[in-house]
């Protein structure tokens, strides 16, 4: 099955810093790669997806990378902002979802 | 709100008990999951219905786990005789048939004394 594996496990970045987390996958097949971010108490949330066909995407703050090669995919968040801090999960798809272990992202203010 | 909801929010039992927790998807939606999460853990895949139609269980499900989900609604999943390790968040998500975007639920965390 599908393995996705989920670097650092925590971050800590200033306020207004770059924040960038990276995950690689291992099954060629899998063809859609969504960032969840989770808050404490809360489920998790999409907050940017990408699909194999495409090599990135952005959304105002936050943008997603896909290296279908390398079967990598990262997530980049500029001019981070206090709310910005919680648990970012990768994810993978083939045929459903399979997470990777998650980033505590901490925004020093 | 027309999120996904799920009942309880939190449950305590003693070791050897019976859990049911429910999951309301969103209403238009046709496939429903079950992950479980732990702590420090990302979400771990159980279980997904389409419709009423289970299609995948994880090794994951003990035979001391079932799901259901009779009228393609709402789920449910039960965990019989608990076990402490069956500590965990219980997370319900849903989605439609393209199956991209899983909408999840708030979650149901038990507490196995």
């Known amino acids: 099955g599908e393995n996705v594996e989920q670097h650092p496990s925590t971050l800590s970045v200033q306020e207004g810093d770059s924040a960038v987390i990276k995950c690689t996958y291992s099954?060629?097949?899998?063809?859609?790669f969504p960032w969840y971010k989770q808050e404490l108490g809360k489920g998790p949330q999409l907050i940017i997806d990408?699909?194999?066909?495409?090599g990135e995407k952005k959304d105002q703050r936050i943008a997603v990378t896909l290296n279908k090669t390398a079967k990598h995919f990262s997530l980049h968040i500029t001019e981070t902002q206090p709310e910005d801090s919680a648990v970012y999960f990768c994810?993978?798809?083939?045929?459903?979802?399979?997470f990777g272990t998650g980033t505590r992202l901490t925004i020093i203010p | 709100d027309t999120g996904v909801s799920q009942d309880p929010r939190h449950k305590i039992t003693k070791r050897g008990q019976n859990v049911t927790f429910r999951c309301d998807p969103i209403s238009e939606h046709n496939r429903l999951y079950w992950y479980r999460q732990t702590l420090g853990q990302g979400p771990e895949f159980l279980t997904y219905?389409?419709?009423?139609?289970?299609?995948?269980k994880s090794r994951l499900l003990s035979d001391r786990f079932s799901a259901e989900r009779p009228k393609g609604s709402f789920s449910t999943l039960e965990i019989q005789r608990t076990e402490q390790g069956d500590s965990a968040m219980y997370l319900c998500?849903?989605?439609?048939?393209?199956?991209?975007?899983?909408?999840f639920g708030e979650g149901s965390r038990l507490t196995v004394l």
């Open positions: 099954d060629s097949a899998s063809n859609y």
């Open positions: 994810a993978a798809k083939v045929p459903r979802l399979t």
């Open positions: 998500a849903s989605s439609t048939l393209s199956g991209g975007e899983l909408f």
């Open positions: 990408i699909r194999s066909n495409v």
């Open positions: 219905f389409q419709n009423e139609a289970q299609l995948e």
